[in-house]
């Protein structure tokens, strides 16, 4: 069988290491070459050229974060913008924040029997949510190849992550328990007098976001998505009233922040007080470019990478993809 859909499977995604069904075989069987279980990271930029080729309509991917940000790069390099595939994510990473926003809500078999039938019907396209991908693009000529994901952070957040990946965390907790921990271990850092001034002061950044806002100077957090929903009512971003906020939303802290605490408090139940937004130190709104020239590392989609040599990266957005959703 060789339907309108083909599937992505990552085998080492932490869901799927743990599974005995015959899920997999069954898929494997019932899908054929559209069954894509890629070696390594490197084979899935051809795999998902091949689907580009057969006009493949529709691409369902297992995985987690990481593995949906290594789609969505290879898609932006083989599909025309005007035919972008819909997308299905079954979510079985150690980190699924795309999935809490549009997965498809069912995994395994039960995932592949109702994507056959809204396959034989011609509705894959039935109930769809519509996001766009967040490309990170490296100006200079001889940069890296632009990738894609959704989530994008810096300065704080990249600590946070560094330390969320740390063996003696990363290996003795669930990716959902090492945050919370690496959180704690952040907020340890900011309870000593030397770690407090290091991390508040933040990171040298120069941002600029559209036509309007810029910023030099110290940065103590940078976030910018794609997403319209993040988990447990976090949404730290907010926009002026009449404003767009379906391309990318981002928040910049300044170094050395007033209020932090209270400030932390607020966004993390996704509240933005008056008193907030008034705020120089804290500032947000949503964009479809975003320029930014920093020396220290940044994270998309769970992955810290290098802004290289010159420190400039571009943040733009893809045209719009249809995230199905059962």
Known sequence: MTGRFALVYNPRSRRNMGDRSAYARTARTLLGENFIDPADRSRLDAHIAQLASRGTDCIVIDGGDGTVSDVLTAIHRHYPPDRLPALAILPSGNTNLIAGDVGFGLRGIRALEHLQRLDASGQLRRNVRRRCGLVVEWPEPDGPLPVVGMFHGAAAFTRGIELAHQPAILNNYSHEMAVIVSFLSSVAHLLTKRSRQDWMRGDQMD???????????????FLSTTLQHLPHGIWPFWTAPGA???VINFLHVAGQPSHLAAAAWALLRGRHPTWLQHNPDYCSGCEDRIEMTMKSDFVLDGEVMSPGATGRIVLSATAPIDFIHA
């Not at 941002?207 to 103590?220: E, L, Y």
């Open 207 to 221: 941002v600029k976001a559209g036509k309007t806002f810029q910023r030099q100077g110290n940065c103590f957090l």
């Open 244 to 246: 767009r906020d379906d």
